[in-house]
Nanobody
Framework: QVQLVESGGGLVQAGGSLRVFCAVSGGTFSDYHMGWFRQLPGKEREFVAAISRSAYKDYADSVKGRFTVDRDNPKNLAYLQMNSLKPEDTAVYYC????????????????????WGQGTQVTVSS
């Protein structure tokens, strides 16, 4: 049974930074592509960033240059470092995982991911 648990969310002022974590248990972490998505109430869950099992990284245009996605395979952890946060970044942030081949870019759409965490709230005050 694969389980994903996010942590590290919270309240921060605009311009500040937060790092959210995704701990993965079950399976072999290095086999997974990892994605980050976010969702506001009443809105669809949207892509934020992803990192492949080969460490290729992709970002939504809205976060490029401000957010960094990374992974620590020995620790079974994925990270999303968020800098220069804006009020419009306020959302519940979810990590997701899917087993995939090496040497390819990670999936960018939520329907491509098989496993999801419960989410962590990030609130950016103006």
């Amino acid at each position: 049974q694969v389980q994903l648990v996010e942590s590290g969310g919270g309240l921060v002022q605009a311009g500040g930074s937060l790092r959210v974590f995704c701990a993965v248990s079950g399976g072999t972490f290095s086999d997974y592509h990892m994605g980050w998505f976010r969702q506001l109430p009443g809105k669809e869950r949207e892509f934020v960033a992803a990192i492949s099992r080969s460490a290729y990284k992709d970002y939504a245009d809205s976060v490029k240059g401000r957010f960094t996605v990374d992974r620590d395979n020995p620790k079974n952890l994925a990270y999303l470092q968020m800098n220069s946060l804006k009020p419009e970044d306020t959302a519940v942030y979810y990590c997701a995982a899917v087993i995939g081949p090496a040497g390819v870019r990670p999936p960018l759409t939520r329907d491509r991911y098989d496993y999801w965490g419960q989410g962590t709230q990030v609130t950016v005050s103006s």
